[in-house]
């Protein structure tokens, strides 16, 4: 990420709700007649560094007040800080003004090596004073001037005009909002960047794809998660897909606790372990056998030794864009070329551990043919994300997966669909039973643990028999088929056998994706989306979305906006373009009516201030 999202990122909690920005020639004491919290100086003699600084603690207001003058600038004590800051190294200003920090320059400081920072950022400032206006206007930061005659400022002349303003900014309540504060997440975030790598334990909770600062959750309820500062959302997340009964569920809650009491891991069979393997094999159409681990990484690890294993062979085909989890053959990005011999996607992945995966498009049978043809007899396995929900929701042409099973079966290659996902999602028997293809392997994860960590490989019993110790494939896991994950397993999977729940996730899901494609159009926003079930998915794009190259068109500037305003508004969305929205058993008409509510008041917003 370019150096200035990652500083304006940063600055994301740092909020503040009026900010008097001065110029040279600025008198303090009116600062201090106006009772301002805090005070920025943008003035030339500054710096560089300072102005962009000031740049910061301006877009992150509520509102700025720009003073311009003649009068002698700073304060003698102000003065004496900045001489301080300065001489201690911190080359940036930190100045107070009754008793309230404006700049937050030591999480900066910690984040970063403040020399570079130094000299990237003043590059970046300039490079990139477009993004920074974009951010500006997410932010709804207001300029008001004092005595500017420029028509775009609010002009205060006086003390008296000033209070007239705040007065009508207090006044009506539905037409001013106040942003949440969010200072614990801040404060929770800097904390865990001291001893966690970027402060988080998988890469997409740090909001990289939309900037600011990761939210730190609290607690969760049905289709509502509580941050720790007390803030509500509707969340569209739901633990990345797991949580199809909603947070908290009774039974899984119930069930958890009891198997807790009896014993949190033995590292011998339970019978819970055969209870969950025989719901898994009655819902999902190709499964006679499943093995149990714990992670959807596992899975398709797991699933790919099988395959080769099984087939003799070591050649794998997968798809740019779909996504299998952090297994190190699988972690290679597309290639331009439909055949390309995929190349590592993350440092530590060896070329030698990638050297046997081919990458082809998406919805491109012709390359999954040139593919095969290029390496007869070679090729282990195929793997697929049916529905592919990891480059947002992309689903298969009509005719795709049919024609993926009909070349893999006639070279004698495994498919293998990863049913992570949409696995006991978009049916009970996932992709397999809604669209009537079976494959030979398939992996499984997320929904299957209930909310605890669950992973399975499931296939014909002919197959899975390869496992160790029946078989030569090696698998183990010291808590594979842990007694508290089997218990959330087999409560949510019980919950989902009851009748009329699939019906019921796929209205929610087309109401929630209908709502906001009625809104986008309404608004004229380029927009696509797609729902299967309760998978939902929309891009900022004006051309149908069909593979990662289509996909990466979208606009992920408007949509780091979009989001921003939503969770604003109370609706947590996946915190990047490219994730599928999940929804759940608890998304009743009014959660998801009070979501395209929120969502007609941000765009309406975002308009506005654009
Ligand atoms: C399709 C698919 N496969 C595998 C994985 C990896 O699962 P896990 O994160 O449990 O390791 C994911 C995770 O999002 C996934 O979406």
Redesign the pocket.
Known sequence: MPLLARVVANFAGATNELVLSVDAGFDPALAAQLGFPAVVDRSPGNGPLGGMLSAFAEMHARYVFAVAGDAPLVEADFARRLAAARQAGDEAVVPRYLEREVWRIEPLAALYDRIAFLREGVAAFAQEEYALHRVVARLRTRYVSFGSGAPEFTNVNTPEDYERLRESERAPATEKRARPTRERSFAAFERAQRVIPGGVN?TVRAFKGVGGTPVFMASGSGCRIADIDGNEYIDFVMS??PLILGHAHPAVVDAVRRAAERGTSFGTPTEAESELAELVVAMVPSAEKVRFCS??????TFALRLARGYSGREKIVKFAG?????TDALLVSAGSSALTIGKPDSAGVTRGTVADTIVVPFNDLDAVRAAFEAHPGEIAALIV?PYA??MGLVLPRPGFLAGLREVTRASGALLIF?E??TGFRVAAGGVQEREGILPDVT?L??IIGGGL?V?AVAGPAEIMDRFTPEGDVFQAGTLSGNPLAMAAGIATLRALGEPGVYPRLDAAGARFTEGLDDLFTRHEVPHQTNHRGSMAGFFFASEPVVDLTSAKKSDTAFYAQFFHAMLDRGVYLAPSQFEAGFLSLAHDDAAIDATIDAAEDALADLFATA
């Open positions: 998988s990345w897909g992670s959807g990484t596992e899975a398709t779909c996504y299998h989890g952090g994300e929900g990891n990863d992570v996902m992996t994860g997320k960590p992973g």
